[in-house]
């Protein structure tokens, strides 16, 4: 089959009402590609996914999709196509299991039999998550709960993947398990992968580029491994 999931993202400029947040913001992501947005605290990454899912409407320029402008199609449409939003681990409701969390995210998608399938999936991935599955939302550990949040959107099979900074709050250690999870998901399911962290560096271990966004503009676009090893751009722009 034809891989499908290459992402376009076309001379895009953003707002909300004011100054625009995105200015002439141009990349494009091959199919099963893992891509790390990163840049400092209001830099526009936020923005950037919200404008992907169609929470944000596009003051010009264009999303596409396997060549298909996004711009018409609302959030469900989206979906539909296979673009899916990883919220935090807040978005995991607290009084529901993790089973049914998980159901959740599977409703639209699938039905009886498929239903099944496709929770299984997600067990097989994710062991922590089929050992709590009896447990309740507010039971679980931060990581846990991101991790949740990451089966419940994979369950709808997408194939593109954008993350809001899964990182956040969570200890080094279960940062690392999480990006290792996320990168076997992605590898295991063909994924297109839009990563925004301000962990740069757990980001770059697992993305093969990262761009690098400033006061909503794009300022760097390389290799994973080049921008690793780049101190001028690492402290002009990330931070360290
Ligand atoms: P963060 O890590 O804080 O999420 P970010 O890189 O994701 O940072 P955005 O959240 O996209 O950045 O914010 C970019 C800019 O847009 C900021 O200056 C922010 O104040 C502004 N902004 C974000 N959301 C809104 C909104 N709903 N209305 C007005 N301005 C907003």
């Not at 001379?11 to 893992?34: C, M, Q």
């Not at 751009?233 to 360290?240: E, I, W």
Request: aromatic share 2%.
């Amino acid at each position: 089959a034809t891989r499908t999931g290459a992402l376009a993202i076309e001379s895009l400029t953003v707002g909300y009402g004011g100054a625009p947040v995105l200015h002439d913001v141009s990349f494009g992501l091959r199919p099963g590609e893992i891509v790390a947005l990163l840049g400092a605290n209001g830099a526009g990454k936020t923005t950037l996914l919200r404008t992907l899912a169609g929470l944000v409407p596009a003051a010009s320029g264009s999303i596409r999709l396997d060549g298909e402008d996004l711009a018409l199609l609302r959030t469900e449409q989206r979906a539909r196509r296979g673009v899916a939003l990883v919220p935090d681990g807040r978005s995991v409701v607290a009084e529901l299991t993790v089973d049914e969390n998980l159901r959740l995210g599977a409703l639209w998608r699938h039905r009886g039999v498929a239903r099944e399938r496709a929770v299984a999936g997600i067990y097989d991935m994710f062991e922590p998550l089929a050992r709590r599955r009896q447990a309740d939302g507010h039971q679980l550990s931060g990581g846990e709960r991101q991790m949740l949040a990451l089966g419940r959107a994979l369950i709808a099979e997408p194939t593109v993947l954008a993350l809001d900074e899964p990182s956040l709050g969570l200890a080094p250690l279960v940062v690392a398990q999480l990006m290792g999870t996320l990168r076997a998901a992605a590898e295991s399911r063909g994924l297109t992968v839009l990563l925004a962290e301000q962990n740069v560096t757990s980001a770059l271990s697992i993305a093969d580029r990262g761009v690098v966004l400033d006061l909503g503009r794009v300022v760097a676009d390389a290799a994973a491994s080049d921008l690793a090893t780049d101190s001028a751009l690492r402290h002009a722009y990330l931070g360290f």
